[in-house]
């Protein structure tokens, strides 16, 4: 079963243009990461926010937290060719250890 | 770096067949989890080991699969038989113990088709 589902499910942005991915959610969590996969590769850990936070940046990347709303969103600036990937929010919910995928944002970012 | 490694990267197999794939998580990881891909959607966790045990396997159709983790560092998925709706991606990753805070290193997969 998918805890999380992102939208869009498929994204495509010239470069240089921000890409904004959205990821809702079902029941109360610790926490939620982002991940990014590359075709036919693994995923690649990018970012964690704690259900305390609001917000959190790292380099190009900002994510936002909303849990009164469950939902959490992805901010890529300045987008590159080379962040063409899919997208997929994970949550761990409160109490458990087991994080449950969303269904991913196919993003396409052409030069 | 370290890695995860899993092997093999590729398998084609008959329905009806067995297969085995295998998992070498990052040393020190005591924390490993095989998942399952199916194009287009997001991982799906089969088995998660803390150590040597089982932590959680709710999702592993325990008719036909099978995961072991035997001196609790590399680690053995198994489908016997194997059906033709087992095609996808197998992934393996593994983090450090209290994992709910832990970023998980997924290794490159193996892609599974049953014919």
């Known amino acids: 079963s998918q805890q999380g589902e992102e939208d869009p499910q498929a994204l495509s942005?010239?470069?240089?243009?921000?890409?904004?991915?959205n990821c809702s959610y079902k029941t109360s969590i610790n926490n939620l990461q982002w991940y990014r996969q590359n075709s036919g590769r693994g995923l690649v850990h990018l970012i964690?926010?704690?259900s305390n936070e609001r917000e959190k940046h790292s380099g190009r990347l900002r994510v936002t937290l909303d849990t009164s709303k469950k939902s959490s969103s992805l901010?890529?600036?300045?987008?590159?060719?080379?962040?063409?990937?899919?997208?997929?929010c994970a949550t761990a919910s409160s109490g458990t250890y087991k994080y449950i995928f969303g269904t991913g944002t196919r993003l396409k970012v052409l030069a | 770096e370290?890695?995860?490694a899993q092997s093999p990267r590729y398998k084609i197999t008959e329905k009806s067949q067995a297969v085995a794939f295998w998992c070498d998580p990052i040393s020190?990881?005591?924390?490993?989890y095989w998942y399952r891909q199916i194009l287009g959607q997001g991982p799906e966790l089969l088995v998660q080991f803390q150590d040597e045990s089982v932590v959680d396997d709710s999702q592993l159709p325990k008719d036909r699969f099978s995961a072991e983790r035997l001196k609790g560092v590399d680690s053995t998925l198994k489908i016997q038989p194997a059906e033709l709706g087992d095609s996808?991606?197998?992934l393996c990753a593994s983090s450090l113990p209290g994992?709910?805070?832990?970023?998980?290193?997924?290794?490159?997969?193996t892609r599974l088709t049953v014919l």
Request: charged share 15%.
């Open chain 1, 13 to 21: 942005i010239q470069e240089g243009e921000n890409a904004t991915m």
């Open chain 1, 48 to 50: 964690l926010i704690r």
């Open chain 1, 75 to 88: 901010l890529i600036t300045a987008s590159r060719a080379a962040d063409t990937a899919s997208y997929f």
């Open chain 2, 2 to 4: 370290a890695e995860v």
């Open chain 2, 28 to 32: 020190g990881h005591a924390t490993l």
């Open chain 2, 88 to 90: 996808a991606m197998y």
């Open chain 2, 99 to 109: 994992a709910s805070y832990n970023e998980q290193f997924f290794g490159p997969g």
